[in-house]
């Protein structure tokens, strides 16, 4: 599955919908859930549960910053409203779901030097609009360049990460890679 992007080359950002992201390892997820009797209704409160969800999600959002070959600011764009689609939806309500990716939002924003851009728009809307109306894409841009100057690279460190890591037993996040995440973090700052 694709993750679906916005560049806009004139306020140099790229947008990534979270929702593609999520929706990417939707499939991994649910085998894994499944694997471990964890699918029939979907717990956020179990450990095991987060265990599979940050696993995925986090990778893959760190893996898509890694891997980047884009100039622009990477950022990811998120909108509750897009998980009205998500399979997970068979197994958990819209709210839980919408709370706990809520919640590793927060976890990643606190941790990982990841941009974020929490939104009303659903993305499709925002891809529309960008074709359309450029008060609305210069808006969106200005916001999302006020909170990056609140962005301090060097307030993300290891040391802060390894206690979340040891407790989901996120083994592949070593230090190394928090690095990788961390320098393509700097490169577009």
């Not at 893959?60 to 998500?86: A, G, H, P, Q, V």
């Not at 399979?87 to 927060?106: A, M, N, Q």
């Not at 609305?136 to 990460?161: C, D, G, M, P």
Request: one cysteine or more; a positive charge; charged letters at 30%.
């Amino acid at each position: 599955m694709s993750i679906d992007k916005i560049r806009l080359n004139t306020y140099n950002l790229t947008f990534v919908d979270v929702n593609s992201v999520i929706s990417s390892c939707e499939i991994d997820i649910i085998d894994d859930l499944y694997k471990y009797n964890l699918l029939r209704d979907i717990r956020f409160n179990n450990k095991d549960t987060k265990k599979v969800f940050y696993y995925y999600i986090i990778k893959k959002i760190c893996d898509i910053l890694i891997n980047s070959k884009d100039t622009n600011k990477i950022i990811f764009w998120f909108n509750s409203i897009d998980l009205e689609s998500s399979g997970f939806l068979e197994h958990t309500t819209h709210i839980r779901l919408k709370s706990f990716i809520e919640t590793v939002i927060r976890k990643l924003k606190s941790f990982f030097p990841v941009k974020f851009y929490v939104s009303d728009m659903q993305f499709e809307h925002f891809e529309h609009i960008v074709e359309e109306d450029r008060g609305t894409r210069r808006e969106v841009a200005q916001n999302v360049h006020e909170s990056l100057k609140k962005f301090k690279i060097e307030n993300y460190t290891f040391s802060k990460v390894r206690q979340f890591i040891q407790n989901f037993e996120l083994t592949y996040l070593d230090n190394h890679y928090f690095n990788q995440v961390k320098v393509k973090a700097i490169m577009y700052k």
